[in-house]
């Protein structure tokens, strides 16, 4: 069993056809047809169904991904490691996050001291879907709102952010020193897209208040909701208060206790890149020294 076998076999299972697949590994259908044959041989058994020219991975070949993933990713994190051992550090640094805006200044800080290396970020709207790169080993590090379960994973919670409830200045409510979030009901709410993190914790607060929100508008950026709230649409849970704002008021919010925790992530038994570990502690300590100026 040759590891190019591996490689070609991981493209076409993504792929689950032979012709793109050999497009994408830049080799001849048959050669590729070939190749599989040979690993399936080595295997002992198919590892994909075939039927009227159409090939699918079947329950042997989902078994044997699963299994050349996890050693063709553990063969990438040895390299990494060997370079950086040999003076070669790397420097990438994947961050998977469902909110970038208060990540925003430390990615900032950290690149001012290290130039060279090079973030890549992408946007995760659920809880499964980041763990689920966490464990493929395509992403480093997850900033979330809730931390991530199981065993290998390690947390750090960086940020507890005090929620308001957020009302165009002349609401109804806009005059009162605080509110209960029951005061809001019947309102209309501004709120992010079902199945968002940060909505998932809007959601438990509106349950143990005991209201059920009419939204009127879900968006998937903060700056969205506060634009719609200050256009007069509806009102909306939310934090990071801008006291200099003319149009809005945040009012906070009696009961319920309104907060919201920020978690860093990373994966305790997977290699991380001296960049990526570096970035972690640089993280927390950037949050704890904000965390004290404000206090």
């Known amino acids: 069993m040759e590891l190019l076998q591996l490689q070609y076999f991981r493209t076409v299972a993504r792929m ?33 169904d075939r039927q ?18 996890a050693a063709l990713n553990l063969l990438e994190e040895a390299k990494r490691e060997v370079a950086e051992l040999a003076g070669l550090e790397q420097g990438n640094i994947r961050i998977a996050t469902s909110t ?38 395509e992403t ?21 952010e005090e929620l308001f409830l957020v009302v165009p200045r002349k609401h109804r409510l806009a005059g009162r020193p605080a509110v209960s979030l029951a005061d809001a009901e019947g309102e209309p709410f501004v709120g ?17 208040a005991g209201i059920a929100p009419r939204f009127v508008c879900r968006v998937d950026e903060p700056a969205a909701v506060l634009s719609l709230v200050r256009a007069g649409l509806g009102v909306a849970l939310f934090g990071c208060v801008n006291p200099d704002d003319p149009d809005l008021v945040y009012l906070p919010i009696e009961r319920p206790v309104c907060r ?36």
């Open 192 to 208: 992010y897209k079902e199945g968002f993190v940060v909505q998932e914790t809007n959601e438990a607060l509106f349950r143990q």
């Open 100 to 137: 970038l805006a208060m990540l925003t200044e430390p990615i900032r800080r950290f690149l001012v001291l290290h130039p060279n290396v090079n973030m890549q970020i992408t946007h995760a709207s659920s809880q499964e879907e980041m763990a689920a790169s966490i464990e493929s080993g």
């Open 52 to 69: 009227n020219g159409r090939i699918r991975l079947n329950a042997f070949g989902r078994i044997f991904l699963h299994k050349v993933d």
């Open 140 to 160: 480093d590090i997850g900033f979330s709102v809730m931390p991530l379960d199981g065993n290998g994973v390690a947390r750090a919670r960086v940020i507890s």
């Open 260 to 295: 919201r925790d920020y978690w860093l992530v990373w994966p305790e038994r997977r290699y991380l890149s001296l960049a990526a570990r570096k970035f972690i502690g640089f993280a927390i300590n950037h949050f704890t020294e904000e965390i004290r100026s404000v206090g």
């Open 16 to 48: 689950e056809h032979m012709t793109r697949a050999a497009q994408e590994l830049r080799i001849a259908q048959p050669a590729l047809s070939k190749t599989i044959a040979r690993l399936e041989d080595d295997v002992g058994v198919p590892l994909f």
